[in-house]
Each structure stands twice: as structure tokens, then as C-alpha cells.
């Protein structure tokens, strides 16, 4: 019998190579991508296409720049891409086996013990305690406000979106001086993960600098969460709290329940993921609406015309599209986690192009965000690329803020909820002018800060 052409191995076809980054000897594309990352990544699309990949002198990436290829690598081959690599392992060493970085089947065992947790309506227990975390950072405000004094809006709202997690965590269980230390702890922690990624590779016992303090503040939020889950086995406190509901579920298979560890980490991981990501929308969000009046107009309109002057609850939500319409354009212009990295398990093809194993790729969510073929004018800020008419035949793919496919985010209606409500009541309670004219610059770091924050002066409205 003749042998088909495609069991010969010399007759194999061979893919084309991928197109490669120009680079300098050692450093590759670094220098250009430190200056201004956002605009080398634009370049290099147009320049290279929608793969191509990232020359970094030392080590090589794939970068991933379609939404097509979200799909590929977070949803239909999830399986085959996995959370390998420095900046994975730097984030392990802070959250242990946490959710965003346990892998395969204890994964799996602790997402479906946390996931009901995180559904719509058991949020609906949580509005409440949202709401008066919001309501006390806003009061907060109110002398810089009547003082005129400029403020920096992103410290405003970190402190504001901390402290509603720290509330839904809790509960009123954590005092004053507890959240302070934990979030001092892990703000430190956060910043330091960046350079824990940089020098992964080297000797574990090298004393590098802001080392010592990381580990002090690590072992300083551990301490008051082994404190608080000790008081919550021991049955002081209310129950309404996201920790209570962790403390009390078991998994259905083996009737167990998580150790005082593993509940450490995943407090950690809520702790960690839960609270600059939501607050960078926020900043990003007004530091847009204060250049777009028209904007500012129409969801001052809808935000009084929904609630007349009071408090959010649950049932308003729906009456807030537009409010919710701002936040989702914000999440695009710049998404919070812009890039995920993952590392292909098997060798895999990717538009005509070989993927061999262990490949680390970069699911670039920013690009996804400004692909020209998706967005038109990219750019621009436009919540009513939102409504159901413009969204209708975009790729599926096309907004990924919170990830996609199994590991997408637990925390996106935690997260869109309390953005939803922050928003609707910091509307009502003050006019935000900046104070500067520059353009505000995204910063390079594991998530998209604005660079210097937002330096702003807040005025008291009568809503
Ligand atoms: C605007 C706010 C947020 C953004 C942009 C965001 C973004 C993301 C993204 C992109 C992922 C997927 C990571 C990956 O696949 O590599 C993720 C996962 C996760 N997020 Fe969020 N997140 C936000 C808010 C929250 C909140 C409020 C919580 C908790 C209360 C949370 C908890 C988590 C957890 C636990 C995971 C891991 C899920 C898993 O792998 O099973 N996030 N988030």
C-alpha cells in the first residue's frame, strides 16, 4: 500500500517562523517598550501583525494581539495554557495556593466551593455592606472638599475600594488599625512583586534590596488574618461576611472544608485581587469624565433620575446602564490586568504559525481593547460603543477585562456592582476638576496605574 504524503516526515510542511521584534544585543525591544509600552505595542501590531514575537534579549515571548487568539488561549485550548513562568511563581510566593494561581484539580475543588459565593444573588446580601464602606470614604472626603484642598483621586479610591473589601471580607469584625496594617502589608507586597518577578532566578538567599520588609509584610497581613479566621471558628462576629461563608462550606464530594492555610491564601487572593483593580477603573473613569462634560451630563441625568438624591440599593442597579456603560468603556481604554501570561503545556499552531511546548505566551487584553478592526478610532472614550446596536456582531472575544474560559475572574459582579454604586454615589456627591492638563500617563507594572495618580479638587454638589 502507498504511504500518504502526510505520514512521511520529510515531506512535513514547515511553518513559517514567526516575525521577531527588532532588539539591541542583551535587551532586545526593552528600552522602546520602558518608554512608552502602550504605544510600542501599537506599533509593533501594525508593524509584525496580530502574533508575533517579543524579543527581549535574554528570553523571547509570543504575544497575542486578536481576540481570536483570547479565545484560543483562555477558552477552546485553555487546557493546554497554563499559569507558568516568573511572574506566576512571583505571585505564588505571595498568595501560596490561592485561586488565581492553583492549577488542575485543586483548582477546580476550591473554585466550586468559592463560586456560589460570588453569584449575583448572593451579592445581594453584600449591597449593604458595600454601600456604608462607600459612604464612609466619601465622608471621609468631605473636608478636603470644603478646604479646597487638591487630592489624588487614585489614593481616594484605593482607600475607598479597600475598604469595601475589607468590609466584605470581614465584615465590622477588622478595627481600624487592622485594616491599616493589612493594607499597608500587601499594598507593599503588591509593589514588590515586580521586582520579585525581575529577580526570581536568583539565589534565594541573596539579600535583595526591600526584600526583608516584603517578608515583614507579609508575615504582618498573616497575622491579622489567622487572627480574624481564629475569632470567626470561635463564633465572635456576625456571619454576613464573605470569610463567615468560606469558614462554613464544605466540598460536596469529601464533606471537608478548607484549612486555616488555605484560607489564609484565599483571603490573600481576594485581598489582592479584589482591590486596586476595581479602584484603577474608577480613576480611570474620571480621569475621562472630567475631559468629557457631555458624558459627565448624562450620567449626572441618569444617576439623579434613578435615585433622587438617595442611597443605592440592589433594585437600583438596573436603572444604572449608563453608569454601567462608563465603567465598561473605562475597562477597555485600559483594563486593569492588560496582559496575562501564560506558557503552552503541548506544542500547539496558532495562525499558521508553530507553537512548541513550553512557549511562554502574552495574551495582550490591551491590544484586544484597541484592535482597529473591534474598536474604530481606539482611542477615543465613547461609552456608547456599549449600547446592544454597537455591540452587536463584535467578536465574542472582543472585551476581556476579566479574563475568560474557566479561570475568568470569580469577582466580575462583585466587581461591576460595586463600581456600578461608587460611581452612582460619588456622582451625587461631588464635581471633580483636575488640576493639571497633561494627559494621565498608564504605568508599566503588573497592572495599568495611572502614573501619578489623579490630582484633582472635589466641590460638594447638592444632588
Ligand atoms: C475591575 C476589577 C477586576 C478586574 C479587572 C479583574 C480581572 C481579573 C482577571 C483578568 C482574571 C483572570 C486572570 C487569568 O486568567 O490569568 C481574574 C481572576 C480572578 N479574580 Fe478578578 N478582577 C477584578 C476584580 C476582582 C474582585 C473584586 C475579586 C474578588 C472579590 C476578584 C477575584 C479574582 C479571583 C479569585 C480570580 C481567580 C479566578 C480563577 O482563576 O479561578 N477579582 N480577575
Not at 480621569?287 to 457631555?294: E, F, G, H, K, M
Request: overall charge negative; hydrophobic content about 40%; glycine content about 8%.
Amino acid at each position: 500500500m502507498l504511504e500518504t504524503s502526510a505520514s512521511l516526515p520529510f515531506v512535513a510542511k514547515s511553518r513559517p517562523a514567526l516575525p521577531e521584534t527588532e532588539g539591541w544585543p542583551l535587551v532586545g525591544s526593552l528600552p522602546q517598550i520602558l518608554k512608552d509600552p502602550f504605544a510600542f505595542f501599537a506599533q509593533a501590531r501594525e508593524r509584525y501583525g496580530d502574533i508575533y514575537r517579543l524579543n527581549l534579549g535574554l528570553t523571547k515571548v509570543v504575544v497575542l494581539n486578536h481576540p481570536r487568539h483570547a479565545q484560543h488561549v483562555l477558552r477552546d485550548q485553555g487546557q493546554n495554557y497554563r499559569k507558568g513562568g516568573p511572574m506566576w511563581d512571583a505571585v505564588r510566593g505571595l498568595l501560596g495556593n490561592g485561586l488565581v494561581v492553583s492549577e488542575g484539580d485543586f483548582w477546580l475543588r476550591q473554585r466550586r466551593m468559592m463560586q456560589p459565593h460570588f453569584h449575583r444573588q448572593r451579592l445581594v446580601g453584600l449591597t449593604d455592606l458595600m454601600v456604608e464602606a462607600i459612604e464612609e470614604s466619601l465622608d471621609s472626603w468631605e473636608a478636603a472638599a470644603a478646604a479646597g484642598e487638591p487630592v489624588n483621586l487614585h489614593q481616594h479610591f484605593n482607600q475607598l475600594t479597600m475598604r469595601v473589601i475589607v468590609r466584605t471580607l470581614f465584615g465590622s469584625a477588622l478595627s481600624r488599625e487592622d485594616m491599616e496594617q493589612a493594607g499597608r502589608a500587601i499594598g507593599y507586597a503588591l509593589d514588590y512583586i515586580m521586582t520579585a518577578m525581575i529577580t526570581h532566578a536568583l539565589p534565594g538567599w541573596l539579600p535583595l534590596p526591600g526584600k526583608k520588609r516584603y517578608q515583614q509584610a507579609l508575615a504582618e497581613f498573616d497575622e491579622v488574618v489567622y487572627r480574624i479566621i481564629a475569632q470567626s471558628r470561635a463564633g465572635e462576629g456576625e456571619e454576613n461576611h464573605l470569610l463567615a461563608m468560606l469558614l462554613n462550606t464544605v466540598d460536596e464530594e469529601t464533606g471537608e472544608g478548607m484549612s486555616d492555610k488555605q484560607l489564609r491564601d484565599e483571603v490573600a487572593t481576594i485581598f489582592l485581587a479584589g482591590y486596586e483593580t476595581t479602584s484603577i477603573v474608577l480613576t480611570w473613569a474620571y480621569d475621562y469624565l472630567s475631559q468629557q462634560p457631555a458624558v459627565m451630563a448624562k450620567l449626572q441625568a441618569e444617576v439623579h433620575e434613578a435615585l433622587q438624591g438617595r442611597r443605592p440599593t440592589f433594585a437600583d442597579l438596573p436603572k444604572l446602564p449608563y453608569t454601567k456603560m462608563v465603567l465598561q468603556e473605562a475597562m477597555r481604554i485600559r483594563p486593569p490586568s492588560y496582559w496575562l501570561p501564560r506558557t503552552a503545556v503541548a506544542d500547539d499552531e496558532m495562525d499558521g504559525y508553530d507553537i512548541p511546548a513550553g512557549t511562554n505566551v502574552i495574551s495582550l487584553t490591551y491590544m484586544y481593547h484597541h484592535h482597529p478592526e473591534q474598536w474604530p478610532d481606539p482611542e477615543r472614550f465613547d461609552p456608547e460603543r456599549f449600547t446592544p446596536e454597537q455591540s452587536a456582531g463584535r467578536h465574542a472575544f472582543a472585551w476581556v477585562p476579566f479574563g475568560a474560559g474557566q479561570r475568568l475572574c470569580i469577582g466580575r459582579d462583585f466587581s461591576l456592582m460595586e463600581g456600578q454604586l461608587a460611581l452612582a454615589m460619588m456622582v451625587q456627591r461631588f464635581d471633580v476638576r483636575r488640576t493639571q492638563d497633561e494627559e494621565t500617563k498608564p504605568q508599566l507594572s503588573g497592572t495599568l496605574r495611572p502614573k501619578n495618580g489623579l490630582p484633582v479638587i472635589l466641590t460638594r454638589r447638592n444632588d
